[in-house]
C-alpha cells in the first residue's frame, strides 16, 4: 500500500492537476507545452500574453515568485544550497533571502 504525500505542495499538486485536467478536456489535441493555454494558442506553441495572464491572475509573477521563495525558505529551514537548485538563484540572492531567519540548525 502506498502512502498518501503529506507534503506542503499537496494543495498546489492537486490544483494544478484539476486544471491540466480542464486544459486537456478544453485542447485535447493542442501541441502547446506551456500551462497556460488559450484559444488563441491552442493551435500553435506560443505562450499566453501576458495581458490574458494579468486579466485571469492579477498578481505580479514577481509576486508570486517571491512569495514561494519565501515559503520554501521557512519550509527548508533556510537551507542555502536547496533553494538555489531549487530556483535556480545565486548564492547572494539566497543569502538575502535567508538573512532576516533565524533557522535552527539542520
Known amino acids: ?7 506542503p505542495a ?6 494544478l492537476a484539476a486544471y491540466l485536467t480542464h486544459r486537456d478536456k478544453r485542447w485535447p489535441h493542442t501541441a502547446n507545452p506551456h500551462v497556460f493555454v488559450t484559444s488563441h494558442t491552442a493551435l500553435s506553441t506560443v505562450p499566453a500574453s501576458r495581458l490574458w495572464l494579468y486579466r ?8 508570486l515568485r517571491s ?10 529551514g533556510g537551507d ?11 548564492i547572494q540572492a539566497v543569502t538575502r533571502s535567508t538573512a532576516a ?3 535552527p540548525p539542520g
Open 101 to 103: 531567519g533565524d533557522f
Open 80 to 90: 542555502a544550497r536547496m533553494l538555489c537548485e531549487l530556483f535556480g538563484l545565486s
Open 56 to 63: 485571469h491572475y492579477p498578481a505580479s509573477s514577481h509576486l
Open 67 to 76: 512569495d514561494r521563495i519565501l515559503d520554501e525558505v521557512l519550509a527548508a
Open 10 to 15: 499537496e494543495p498546489a499538486r492537486v490544483r
Open 1 to 7: 500500500m502506498t502512502a498518501a504525500c503529506t507534503c
